[in-house]
């Protein structure tokens, strides 16, 4: 059982270039989440989808953009990458409406921009 | 929008009991969730609690009171491998989740 998959797992990006990061989850969930994590700050809300078809922004949604075309897969594009950009992403997805709701996480992505 | 506030470090030692409290303010409240995150890992779930009282899990419990906007993740027994970070995340009525910034704890031999 995969659950979620992030690639890559870490990048150097030199700053302006344009970068996506893949997302795929296996766990037929409604709803997936792009945070970033950084020291003293946590997890922050990018963006989200409540199902495919569908996003919504999340707290810190500038220089992002995401696309959910199916359930499967929820791909975040960096369209001219900033060095405040440097941060740890983390992919995650959740079953709305049902149970506890709890997120499951990826392994996340380790980008810098220089 | 949420505002969280969590300690930022806590140490203990080995075998004894540590409680992580968290207080928030929300807009609008669907439930508290704790997570576990060791170092250069993905958070993973703890407990969820959307009523007042006392959710227990083994040598985890968390409790939550919604009129003072406050929880707390009480850990017993304490091992080495607990040593991590806990964060504590409201969810709001749009089930999108906010965390504070964690609080990293150190258990000591």
């Known amino acids: 059982i995969a659950g979620i998959t992030q690639a890559p797992t870490s990048q150097i990006l030199a700053a302006g270039r344009r970068m996506t990061l893949r997302c795929t989850q296996d766990?037929?969930?409604?709803?997936m989440y792009w945070y970033r994590q950084d020291l003293g700050l946590g997890l922050r809300l990018i963006h989200y989808?409540?199902?495919?078809?569908?996003?919504g922004k999340g707290e810190v949604p500038d220089g992002y953009s995401v696309s959910r075309a199916n359930t499967d897969d929820f791909p975040l594009t960096l369209a001219s990458a900033v060095p405040s950009q440097t941060s740890v992403y983390f992919c995650a997805s959740s079953v709305e409406g049902a149970g506890t709701g709890e997120l499951f996480f990826g392994e996340g992505s380790r980008l810098t921009v220089l | 929008g949420q505002n969280i506030d969590q300690p930022t470090e806590m140490t203990a030692t080995e075998g004894a009991i540590v409680q992580i409290n968290c207080t928030y303010q929300?807009?609008?409240?669907?439930?508290l969730f704790w997570y576990q995150q060791h170092a250069g890992e993905a958070p993973t779930f703890l407990s969820y609690?959307?009523?007042?009282g006392l959710e227990e899990k083994g040598r985890f419990s968390s409790f939550l009171s919604r009129s003072k906007g406050y929880s707390y993740l009480l850990l017993k027994e304490l091992q080495m491998k607990d040593s991590a970070s806990y964060l504590c995340?409201?969810?709001?009525?749009?089930?999108?989740?906010?965390f504070g910034a964690g609080t990293t704890v150190t258990v000591r031999a």
């Open positions: 989808s409540n199902t495919a078809g569908t996003t």
């Open positions: 766990m037929r969930h409604n709803a």
């Open positions: 995340a409201v969810r709001d009525s749009d089930y999108k989740l906010s």
């Open positions: 929300t807009s609008g409240f669907n439930g």
């Open positions: 609690n959307v009523l007042d």
